[in-house]
């Protein structure tokens, strides 16, 4: 079978898959690996949001968008199919919710049905790299800022606040410069006009 028709059996996942399997560690080896990830995808797919370990993370996600690219190709009807979502799936109230909340939801998709962010890292905590993963079309508030120039962000008023104290402070400055000038400019034509005067004073009378 060559690789145009091995396309045809499997869709394609639309996220960047690692050529090689992470590296996670467990005391029970391959098959704790397995359920660590099978833990991972539940979840995912019960709460559409949470947070774990950068590999865990990378890892399991790639499963949950291959269990929901079959569920939504080939249905509810069909035994494979079914048989995966119940091994991936260990509470199975969520194969319900699998095939009638997530499948209509992204059907008509064109893009992952996950997103990863990089989360950040404890100040006191192990070396441990921190991500967050969810469904697209979760409930909850939105972990991306879409508007980048937003005045009401904590960091653009201080540093408004800042602009506006330097600005105020260069312009008593430009104005305390200016007065300054004009006082001079003023000392100066007087001590001229009185040297002037001076002079008319000590020349002798025609």
Not at 19 to 32: C, F, I, Q
Not at 171 to 189: C, F, L, P, T
Request: proline content about 4%; charged content about 30%; aromatic content about 6%.
């Amino acid at each position: 079978m060559n690789q145009a028709q091995v396309t045809k059996l499997v869709s394609k996942l639309r996220i960047n898959v690692a050529a090689e399997p992470r590296r996670l560690r467990n005391p029970k080896g391959s098959e704790g690996r397995l359920n660590k990830l099978r833990k991972t995808v539940t979840g995912l797919i019960k709460y559409e949001r949470i947070e774990l370990n950068y590999n865990r993370g990378d890892e399991a996600r790639q499963y949950a968008e291959r269990l929901i690219s079959e569920a939504i190709t080939h249905g509810d009807c069909h035994k494979p199919t079914m048989e995966i979502a119940d091994y991936w799936l260990l509470e199975k109230e969520l194969v319900h919710k699998l095939f009638k909340v997530l499948v209509p939801r992204y059907e008509n998709c064109n893009t992952a049905y996950t997103r990863m962010y990089k989360a950040p890292r404890p100040q006191y905590s192990r070396n441990t790299e921190k991500a967050v993963l969810e469904l697209r079309g979760n409930p909850y508030p939105s972990l991306a800022n879409k508007q980048h120039n937003n005045r009401h962000l904590i960091q653009n008023i201080l540093l408004d606040a800042a602009k506006y104290d330097y600005r105020q402070a260069k312009y008593a400055e430009m104005a305390d410069k200016i007065g300054r000038s004009e006082e001079q400019e003023v000392e100066k034509s007087t001590k001229m006009g009185d040297a002037e005067n001076n002079s008319n004073d000590d020349s002798p009378n025609k």
